[in-house]
């Protein structure tokens, strides 16, 4: 309960700061910015404590202090602002959407997110891969509590990941929520505030009636031509619907690979999730100052940025590349007068001064003199395998179809905005900018995001001019199936793979068992020996260090991890090599489970005869490596 209310108090920190800062915009928008704005609160605000006392309960009240504090200075008498025409505008389109949506998501969430079933935790598809890892980060800040945080996948490693997202889920965890409900209780907040930064920003570029629904349902539904595969006949509903990542968004081995939004980004990755739910706030208040010359606006715009790049890094790279193009429009359009410059002053400062901390301290140390880091690669992931044509157009479809037409069909003052996603994608053809360039689409879709501006208000304008209503319904009808159908199915498959019959076991009973054990039992920073498996149960679930964690995350967060890899396999299968290196690596436990036990010669006899056991069901089998005399 504690947690929940920790939460909610950098919520109502937030839609207050909302209402004082943007008194003449209309409610909605006010509660949806500040719903924002106490996100980032709630990441921030025990960070500057942690620096000194860490990431404790000490850090939280003092935080919490502070909440207070900027209550009361919120609260007190302000300036009034006559309401501007915006207020008496309804957004009547977005609880018709928001509402379905959010049911989506808030299912897809609690289905995917340890679903207990006769004691054993489920996930789904989509997050079967990361959600192992975004859990050990929730878990080793809240019960480590060392800051700035270390791996506890790579024990004395600092963190590189931009790990906000998952901090602001340690905090509830600290403070006595449950798992389970610390993980998800912020995402359904993140969703929420993601769905409505597309419609507003939306609302705002689009010019024509309805063009902003059509934009929102392009994006969210959003998939390529990928069921070509399957009426075909090279796969069938039933391999659609249960076999492990055959949808028609991701079918790796036909070169689909740009994955729905929703499923396979919003879902299973927090810090595009949390990163998004930020950056589309950004882009409207910087969209207004800009475009619309609210000059206001640019100064929390550059604040809000600022605070990005721990929070999603790549979020922060496309806001400054689209502000970089947005910049030299309004410079040209402008004459680079006086109030141009202060404008852009007022934002790029805050955003520059406050993300450069966290970059140096965090970012650059992992970055700086890695060659998988930024490098030359062209054509994203089809690699030349496809016509680069035929790749684009049956990922995206039709959206990827109608964008150059569509780009001549709209204002001067649109094209200008669109051209920032123009300079996006030309970088993400030509570079990647992390180990893995799948990862460039963190970049793309927020281009993507801007096509489907571009192609609804267009679609909008060409469909008014046909006079009957029965056509427009048709075309409008044919548009909207031919660029869902693959987003339906593939969220389908999403969905069904929530219940457990269709859905992965992540951790058996006898884990779960084994965790709690571990909780209650041992030092919040213990070491274990363990294989190195994914869905890792000691540093999932507890926190606790382990020699060394998965490749899948280590390799790409652009870590030197082979060494230890290497030694903790090692350790495992020769008594000799164990016992060498037993006190140089701190061991204090060796955890045997399924994966251990399925490396040859695992040392489970020599263990078993030398070092009492200190928990044991089923198969797991934990080892103390020094017992009390």
Known sequence: MLGILWFFLWQSAGITASFYCFPEKRTAVRLWLGSVIGTLLSMWAPIPFAFFRGFGITAHIAAAIFGAALHALWLAPRRKAG????????????PFLLVPFMILAVFLVCSHTLQNTDGALYTGQCTYGDMAMHLSFITSIAGQQTFPPEYNLLPGTPVSYPFLCDSVSSSLYLLGTPLRWAYMIPMFFAFAQVFCGVWF????????????????????????????????????????????????????????????????????????????????????????????????????????????????????????????????????????????????????????????????????????????????????????????LWFWVKNVGLVFVLTPVAFFGVSREQRAAFSGAIFIFILCELLVFQPNEYDNNKLLYVAYAFGCYVCADALAGW???????????????????????????????????????????????????????????????????????????????????????????????????????????????????????????????????????????????????????????????????????
């Open 83 to 94: 309401l501007c025409h915006e207020e008496a505008k309804i957004d009547r389109p977005l």
């Open 201 to 388: 920003l939306g609302r705002e570029f689009c010019r024509r009636k309805y063009a902003p629904v059509l934009a929102f349902l392009l994006f969210f539904l959003n998939g390529g031509l990928g069921m070509i595969y399957f009426l075909n006949g090279e796969y069938s509903l039933h391999d659609l619907f249960t076999a492990f990542y055959k949808t028609p968004t991701n079918l790796t081995e036909k070169g689909m690979r740009w994955v729905n939004v929703i499923a396979d980004m919003l879902l299973p990755q927090r810090a595009t999730l949390f990163g998004w739910a930020a950056l589309f706030a950004v882009l409207y208040l910087l969209y207004r100052a800009v475009f619309r010359g609210d000059a206001r606006l640019y100064l929390p715009a550059g604040i809000l940025g600022g605070l990005l790049p721990m929070v999603h890094t790549h979020s922060y790279f496309a806001l400054g590349l689209m502000a970089a193009c947005w910049l030299i429009y309004s410079a040209v359009r402008d004459r680079l007068s006086r109030e141009w410059l202060l404008g852009w002053l007022r934002f790029g400062l805050p955003a520059v001064l406050l993300a450069l901390p966290q970059l140096f301290l965090w970012t650059f140390p992992s970055v700086g003199g890695n060659e998988h880091f930024v490098r030359v690669v062209i054509d994203w992931v089809n690699n030349g395998k496809e016509p680069w």
């Open 463 to 629: 469909l008014g001019k046909i006079r009957s209503p029965a056509a427009q319904g048709v075309l409008l009808a044919l548009t909207l199936f031919i660029s869902s159908n693959a987003a339906v199915f593939t969220l389908g498959r999403e969905a069904a793979s929530g219940f457990p019959q269709y859905g992965y076991e992540l951790f058996s009973r006898d884990e779960v068992a084994a965790a709690e054990y571990i909780i209650d039992n041992t030092e919040a920073d213990a070491v274990f020996l363990t294989r190195d498996n994914h869905d890792n149960t000691v540093a999932t679930l507890t926190g606790r260090n382990i020699v060394c964690g998965s490749s899948s995350y280590l390799y790409f967060h652009g870590l030197n991890y082979q060494d230890k890899q290497r030694l903790a396999e090692q350790m495992l299968t020769n008594p000799e090599v164990f016992e060498a290196n037993r006190e140089n690596e701190g061991l204090d436990y060796v955890y045997i489970g399924y994966h251990e036990r399925a490396l040859a010669g695992v040392i489970t006899d020599y263990l078993t005869e030398n070092y009492p056991v200190s928990f044991t069901a089923g198969a797991i089998t934990i080892y103390d490596l020094h017992p009390e005399s």
